[in-house]
């Protein structure tokens, strides 16, 4: 396994720029895994923006690629400008365009301005989550497990949280997760006077995931919109209930 990290503060505001850089950077680490390991046979690539840019860098090689798509951005018709130029650069390329629900493969339809042909597979549940008896909790233990961006509302669930149960009721919210509102969402914690019964966990493995499901009473996470919730999931084959929007 191969990895590159390019972090930038500049991804979601200028976004041509950005995505200059990244296909710069991405030829450079291409090409050298070329030189090591030879053409690949197949490229399976997560994104309409990252698909782009690996379909410009590895066109020359004419190496089939696969995209398989998730973005939320699809799910409300928010692409516009460059965005929008990548995306049909990617449904008009792609040799397969998956989607991982009937719902996105509709708003991917809705958004081409075209012809596009999209099939969909959902995304796959690992072994591990596998059904465990509900624990028997002093406390009411609400679990939630996301990216901390705008999309989740991590916001809203704490201050959700504060209006329905007093300090002194017997329940706890676990949140698990990081992202680029981490501060707000501490802040808000701390300024509703809540550490001693809301918990930020960080980011968690798959392992520490299926850990916290086990030992909760039920998942919560009040997403704008989603493409596929794999957490929701996991917690259904785990035994849990879930509480989320429409």
């Not at 197949?42 to 973005?71: C, N």
């Not at 995931?209 to 996470?221: A, D, H, M, T």
Request: net charge neutral; with cysteine.
């Amino acid at each position: 396994v191969y990895s590159t990290t390019q972090k930038t503060i500049i991804a979601s505001r200028l976004v041509f720029l950005n995505q200059c850089f990244f296909i710069h950077s991405l030829k450079v680490f291409f090409n050298k895994r070329i030189s090591e390991q030879g053409i690949p046979d197949i490229i399976y690539a997560h994104f309409y923006d990252a698909a782009y840019s690996i379909m410009r860098v590895s066109k020359e090689y004419k190496i089939p690629v696969v995209v398989m798509e998730h973005s939320g951005r699809l799910m409300h018709g928010g692409l516009k400008g460059f965005q929008k130029r990548m995306f049909n650069y990617v449904a008009l390329n792609a040799d397969k365009y998956l989607a991982t629900t009937s719902g996105l493969k509709q708003c991917i339809s809705n958004q081409f301005s075209g012809d596009v042909s999209v099939e969909v597979i959902p995304n796959m549940v690992d072994d591990l989550f596998g059904y465990h008896k509900a624990p028997c909790n002093e406390q009411f233990i609400f679990s939630s497990i996301a990216r901390f961006d705008y999309d989740k509302r991590i916001d809203l669930l704490i201050e959700s949280f504060c209006d329905v149960f007093d300090e002194n009721d017997n329940v706890v919210l676990r949140i698990g997760g990081t992202g680029e509102e981490s501060q707000r969402i501490k802040k808000l914690v701390h300024d509703n006077n809540r550490e001693n019964q809301m918990y930020l966990l960080g980011r968690l493995t798959r392992e520490q995931v299926l850990n916290e499901l086990i030992n909760c009473s039920g998942v919560v996470l009040p997403s704008r919109h989603e493409t596929f919730v794999l957490i929701w999931r996991e917690a259904l084959c785990v035994g849990r209930p879930v509480i989320t929007t429409d």
